[in-house]
């Protein structure tokens, strides 16, 4: 049994313990990890990201009155509600309640609803525990009603309901893998025209791991949003669109020391998204690696999101003849490193990094061994 199926009846049993009566409705949404890519989806360029094999399940069934309960099984309270709240409460509760007001905007209110959440995605480790939770709450709040809307118009409702209501100003791609990526794929995805295909990954000789830090980040309470208003001011400077249009010659033209550098990031990334999508399509495995580690320099040295934990974790890994390449993945400041090895050197991989992290911060990593997963609204699933 998947791991999805497991947290299927998972929530079901959870919704009928909790409330007395089955769901209508259940979704249950994937994880993300990103080949390469970041802080570029909110600047409207290019991102490679992929579905993992870690899940939120959300089961929902419409009440007849405006009251919402929400329980989950990562937190012990339940939450009850009268009607949905007009401003953010700061819990978890807010990405359901964002995503539900939004669907509310495009569809007309539906009254109140009880849901359940289960999850086996960790929360805070860049694995965007976030995304899959409102695009599992959305299909499973859709489906409650009886309604249907388009893929993409749900990731887009769910990355709105995240800028608008919770208070993170993050792009369009955990919500767009959570929903619509392909297992064995990652998908090149264009956050501007919102076009996207699919890349072959590597083959099984080849592995992906996730080393946590075990540093957990928060979106909305950190320093993202701050990058993502640098961003901003470089390309007003530039008098540009967005650093999409950005290029290495305009660089010069930039007299603020700090929009610079987050200008180069965004335009080097942008081009290291495009070189790896190439390389994929390519079956040129091993041109993934100066490509990660490149971008791994650029998010410490010119976007100054990584920390000193995952830049241990990336030196770690380059020193295991096996690996491939290595970066840290996500917003920054703690989260996950993505790691690309020869599978025969996992073992190897793992406990140099295991012995070198201990050492230095004395504590273990927690390592996640993942494989690609459909996208809880990709077609034909």
């Given at each position: 049994m998947s791991?999805?199926?497991?947290?299927?009846?998972?929530?079901?049993?959870?919704?009928?313990?909790?409330?007395?009566?089955?769901?209508?409705?259940?979704?249950?949404?994937?994880?993300r990890?990103?080949?390469?890519?970041e802080?570029?989806?909110?600047?409207?360029g290019?991102?490679?990201?992929?579905?993992?094999?870690?899940?939120?399940?959300v089961?929902?069934?419409?009440?007849?009155?405006?009251?919402?309960?929400?329980?989950?099984?990562?937190?012990?309270?339940?939450v009850?509600?009268?009607?949905?709240?007009?401003?953010?409460?700061?819990?978890?509760?807010?990405?359901?309640i964002?995503?539900?007001?939004?669907?509310?905007?495009?569809?007309?209110p539906?009254?109140?609803?009880?849901?359940a959440?289960?999850s086996?995605?960790?929360?805070?480790?860049?694995?965007?525990?976030?995304?899959?939770?409102?695009v599992?709450?959305?299909?499973?709040?859709?489906?409650?009603r009886?309604?249907?809307?388009?893929?993409?118009?749900v990731?887009?409702?769910?990355?709105?309901?995240?800028?608008?209501?919770?208070?993170?100003?993050?792009g369009?791609?955990?919500?767009?893998?959570?929903?619509?990526a392909?297992?064995?794929?990652?998908?090149?995805?264009d956050?501007?025209?919102?076009?996207?295909?699919?890349?072959?990954?590597?083959?099984?000789?080849?592995?992906?791991?996730l080393?946590?830090?075990r540093?957990?980040?928060?979106?909305a309470?950190?320093?993202?949003?701050?990058?993502?208003?640098?961003?901003?001011?470089?390309?007003?400077?530039?008098?540009?669109?967005?650093l999409?249009?950005?290029?290495e010659?305009?660089?010069?033209?930039?007299?603020?020391?700090?929009?610079?550098?987050?200008?180069?990031?965004?335009?080097?990334?942008?081009?290291?998204?495009?070189?790896?999508?190439?390389?994929?399509s390519?079956?040129a495995?091993?041109?993934?690696?100066?490509?990660?580690?490149?971008?791994?320099?650029?998010?410490r040295?010119?976007?100054?999101?990584?920390?000193?934990?995952?830049?241990s974790?990336?030196?770690?890994?380059?020193?295991?003849?096996?690996v491939?390449?290595?970066?840290?993945?996500g917003?920054?400041f703690?989260?996950?490193?993505?790691?690309?090895?020869?599978?025969?050197?996992?073992e190897?991989?793992?406990d140099?990094?295991?012995?070198?992290?201990?050492?230095?911060?004395?504590?273990?990593?927690?390592f996640y061994?993942?494989?690609?997963?459909?996208?809880?609204?990709a077609?034909?699933?």
């Amino acid at each position: 049994m998947s791991s999805g199926h497991q947290l299927d009846e998972r929530v079901r049993q959870l919704f009928k313990q909790t409330y007395n009566y089955p769901p209508t409705a259940v979704t249950v949404a994937p994880g993300r990890m990103n080949v390469i890519g970041e802080h570029t989806d909110y600047n409207d360029g290019f991102v490679l990201p992929a579905a993992i094999d870690r899940f939120v399940a959300v089961a929902a069934r419409q009440r007849r009155d405006g009251g919402i309960q929400l329980i989950s099984d990562r937190y012990s309270a339940p939450v009850t509600l009268e009607a949905l709240p007009a401003v953010r409460r700061g819990d978890w509760a807010d990405y359901v309640i964002g995503v539900s007001r939004q669907l509310d905007d495009r569809l007309g209110p539906a009254g109140g609803f009880d849901l359940a959440v289960a999850s086996d995605l960790p929360v805070g480790s860049g694995l965007s525990s976030s995304g899959a939770l409102e695009v599992a709450t959305a299909a499973a709040l859709l489906a409650s009603r009886g309604a249907e809307l388009p893929a993409l118009e749900v990731a887009r409702l769910c990355q709105a309901a995240e800028n608008e209501f919770v208070g993170a100003r993050t792009g369009i791609m955990d919500q767009f893998a959570a929903a619509l990526a392909r297992a064995g794929n990652a998908m090149l995805l264009d956050c501007r025209a919102l076009s996207f295909q699919a890349e072959p990954l590597p083959d099984a000789r080849f592995s992906w791991l996730l080393a946590d830090t075990r540093i957990k980040h928060e979106l909305a309470g950190s320093t993202y949003n701050r990058r993502r208003e640098e961003c901003e001011a470089a390309a007003h400077s530039l008098d540009l669109p967005s650093l999409r249009d950005a290029t290495e010659a305009d660089l010069d033209r930039l007299t603020d020391e700090v929009q610079r550098r987050r200008a180069r990031h965004v335009i080097s990334e942008n081009a290291r998204v495009l070189a790896a999508a190439d390389t994929l399509s390519r079956r040129a495995t091993r041109s993934l690696g100066p490509l990660m580690y490149a971008s791994h320099e650029s998010l410490r040295n010119d976007f100054s999101v990584s920390s000193q934990e995952l830049d241990s974790l990336v030196m770690l890994a380059a020193e295991v003849s096996a690996v491939v390449g290595a970066r840290m993945m996500g917003g920054g400041f703690g989260g996950c490193a993505i790691i690309l090895v020869e599978s025969a050197g996992l073992e190897e991989l793992e406990d140099h990094l295991r012995d070198g992290y201990q050492e230095q911060f004395h504590r273990a990593p927690e390592f996640y061994r993942v494989r690609t997963v459909d996208g809880a609204l990709a077609a034909g699933r």
